[in-house]
């Protein structure tokens, strides 16, 4: 016993008071502050890097139609597999010509399907885009996170979410007597294995209900896409947040 | 000591449930839904002439046509036009309930009424309503005068616009051009002449402003409208020369600016209209310059060994585009006209011939025309060198690109070839992503070098 049988009360009374004192310094801010938010907010947004090379080939209203009609049946799964250059896989007792000639004939079975449209996939607006890309318009696609203007590596979550507005955009109108207001909303998502909208929570009103449901609208008529294993998780648990405009 | 620990996990819980982590990514800014807007048939009050009732009729039609122009930001309504007649001598009150059902989001309402004196023309309330407020949210009063109708019709329109955007329309602009509509004969025996011509905005209205006979090209005007530079060329005994015009279109005066040796072109108005920009090649190599109006005092602005031509100002004057071989190849470069070869930078590093850089009125972007795949095309570009971007394609050979004064479009002239000897050159209208609207002059010559102009005093 370190304590006299006197001191015990004592003790115990003064560890009960430090407890309750030690609780109220972190609820008591959080009871007077209400409208403060508790989540950890990590804010995200993708980059594109330009690298002029050549004048453009497309014009402004074949990018908008190609990037509408991409936005509409793209449904691939993002992951770092589908982000960067696809390499040739080195077979077993496979030379290089033998590589090349494998990639060659596929190239000759791609254009044996020209003439059969039923069988093209929404995919191919991807592919078009694709070899935009490499025509002088955008070079190549990157990621960086804002608050550091520095770019920083994202993690697969993180790259998930910089695509989502990519998708979002084009349903995201507003009439124009909102349009002239400073507003904001954020908008938390909850998205299914599938890419399916499982729940829409408005996490931050901007005080405008008519905004707040333009913003909700846009975000319900979306087609989201596939998350990898890696997203699935934290897609599933809400923890996206779209801001509108941020 | 139970309840002490009862508490710990219920502080640990609540700790945890709070703290959730998210990731938020900005949607990035709405684009603008587009307004259903309704012009209904007009009211009459009293009696009106059956000439009168034609007049408004038209009225009517020039209106729904001016906000066609904005097909990206009013869709109109009813989609086919009939001749307008009559819907009723009184106004009846709007059922907001059963427009709203028709999605429409806006109603225009306009009633006539006669003077009591003929020569007062005929009296007119438009009325816009909100539907989706459920209000009339403006109300416009004017005359209109048979001999105006078009003018009326179209600074109505424009207060309807702005009524209901707070923005500037295009309605009440015009386009000054240059034609070679008055030369005469044929293949060696051709005579060719190239005046300037004013239209509105929408093709209608074209009247002739210069008579020289000789050759005009290069035209710019002042931002009020009042004042008309342009180059003429002259062809002396051995020399062609290329003289400066300054034209007041009040008064009708017309004197020679500038007539040095050699290039004497390109000229374009400082924003406070007392001062211009041209290009002189007087000291052998061209040069751009500011001149004085009222002095004719010059002062270098680009000093280089090569050609410096064709500048552009921004609307606050700060910073001006020009075009310059000082790379090897016709490049476009801005810098700051206060000083000579102040804060020069080159912002285009691509494309085998660019040419006409002009600036957008807000200073954002500049629109240039560039030689690809054997012929020109416009293209868009910032002030900083980025967003270079592509507006027309197969739509024949494009050049001289002009911004409207409210940004939204843009009119260039664009020629065709027809045959080994005949090509045709007219004057067209696209939107800021390249989306033509159609013809702004047509059949009229070859038509070239096309001013945007928001106001034109005297014609």
Known sequence: ?246 | MRKILILFSLFAFVNSSASQNLSIVSVGEATLEKDNIYLENPYYKGWISKENKKIIAKLVKLIRNDFSYYKNRFLVFPKKYKNYSSKSSVVESVNYVAWAKKETNLLVKIDFSSSVRKEEGLRYIARIHSINEKKVIKELQGTLFKKDWRKEGHYLSNRIFHSITGKKSIFNSKVIFVSDATSTGSGKKRVTRKELYVVDFDGANRKRITHHGGIVISPAISPKGDKLIYSLIKKGKGEKRIELYLLDLVTKKKQVLSRRKGLNSGGIFFPNGQDIFLTLSNLGNAEIYAMNIASKNIRKVTSHYASDVDPSINSDGSMMTFLSNRSGKAHIYTLDPSGKEKAVKRISFVGMFNATPRFSPDGKEIVFSSWLDNRFDLFKINPDGTGLSRLTKDFGSNESPSFSNDGEFIVFSSQRIISKYRAVQNIYLMDRDGEVVGPVVKDFGNCLSPRWTESFMGF
């Open chain 1, 1 to 246: 016993m370190y304590f006299q049988d006197g001191l015990v009360p004592y003790a115990r009374w003064s560890f009960f008071i430090h407890f309750l004192l030690a609780l109220s310094i972190i609820f008591i801010p959080r009871l007077l502050d209400l409208g403060r938010e508790t989540h950890q907010i990590t804010k995200v947004i993708s980059a594109i890097r330009v690298d002029v090379v050549a004048m453009p080939k497309h014009t402004i209203l074949e990018l908008k139609k190609l990037s509408a009609q991409a936005s509409a049946g793209k449904r691939d799964e993002i992951s770092p597999k589908n982000i960067g250059p696809k390499y040739l896989k080195k077979g077993k007792g496979k030379s290089l010509k033998d590589l090349l000639k494998g990639e060659a004939s596929k190239s000759l079975s791609i254009k044996s399907k020209k003439g059969k449209k039923s069988r093209v996939k929404k995919g191919k607006y991807n592919k078009e885009l694709g070899k935009l890309i490499l025509q002088g318009n955008k070079i190549s696609k990157g990621w960086a996170i804002v608050g550091d203007t520095r770019a920083m590596v994202l993690d697969e979550f993180e790259k998930y979410v910089a695509a989502l507005p990519d998708y979002v955009r084009a349903n995201w109108k507003l009439p124009a007597h909102l349009i002239k207001k400073d507003l904001n909303c954020r908008i938390q998502i909850f998205i299914g294995n599938k890419g399916e909208l499982k729940k829409v929570k408005l996490f931050k009103s901007s005080g405008n209900s008519e905004y707040d449901k333009k913003a909700i609208e846009a975000v319900r008529e979306t087609s989201f896409p596939i998350p990898s294993n890696k997203v699935r998780e934290r897609a599933e648990r809400g923890q996206i947040l779209l801001g509108f405009p941020l």
